[in-house]
C-alpha cells in the first residue's frame, strides 16, 4: 500500500455506506503542511466562542481519531447548513501546522448526514455486513486480509 492510498477492508457488502474518499484522522501528520486534504467524519463538537470573531471550531472523529476544523465566517456563511445542521461532515481545506498542533482551515464543507440514515435501513444493518477495518489497521497501513 501507498502512503498516499487510504486504508480498505476488501469490498464492501452490497449497499453498505461509504463516506466518499478522505484521508484518515490518524494520516493528518503525513501531508506537508498547507497541503489541501479532505476529511470526513462524525461532529463530535461545535464551538462559537464570542471572542473568536465569527470562527466556528469544529471537531470530526472517524476511525482513526479526531481533526479539528476550522471554519472561518465567509466559509461559514456559504456552507451555514452544513455547519450548523451536519451530523456526518466531509471537509475540504488545507492544513495548517504549528509544532504538534494541527489544524484544517475549511475551504468546502459537505453535509453527508444522509449516510447515517442508511444505517439504519434493517436491510443494510447488520453486524455480519460490517467493514473488517480496525483502529490498528487504519493507523498502521495494515489491510486485512481479504475473503
Not at 470562527?55 to 482513526?64: K, S
Not at 471537509?91 to 475551504?107: F, K, N, P, Y
Request: with cysteine; charged share 25%.
Amino acid at each position: 500500500m501507498s502512503r498516499t492510498s487510504a486504508p480498505t477492508a476488501g469490498p464492501a457488502p452490497m449497499g453498505w455506506p461509504r463516506p466518499p474518499a478522505a484521508v484518515p484522522a490518524a494520516w493528518l501528520d503525513r501531508p506537508p503542511n498547507g497541503a489541501r486534504v479532505t476529511v470526513a467524519g462524525l461532529v463530535m463538537l461545535r464551538q462559537r466562542p464570542g471572542t473568536a470573531k465569527g470562527v466556528i471550531f469544529v471537531t470530526l472523529e472517524d476511525e482513526t481519531g479526531t481533526c479539528n476544523v476550522i471554519v472561518w465566517r465567509a466559509i461559514y456563511e456559504r456552507f451555514r447548513r452544513a455547519v450548523i445542521a451536519g451530523r456526518l461532515l466531509r471537509v475540504t481545506g488545507r492544513i495548517q501546522r504549528e509544532g504538534a498542533v494541527l489544524h484544517l482551515l475549511a475551504e468546502i464543507v459537505e453535509d453527508i448526514s444522509p449516510m447515517l440514515d442508511d444505517l439504519l435501513r434493517p436491510e443494510r444493518c447488520r453486524a455480519g455486513d460490517q467493514p473488517e477495518t480496525t483502529y490498528a489497521d487504519a493507523r498502521t497501513g495494515r489491510v486485512p486480509d481479504q475473503k
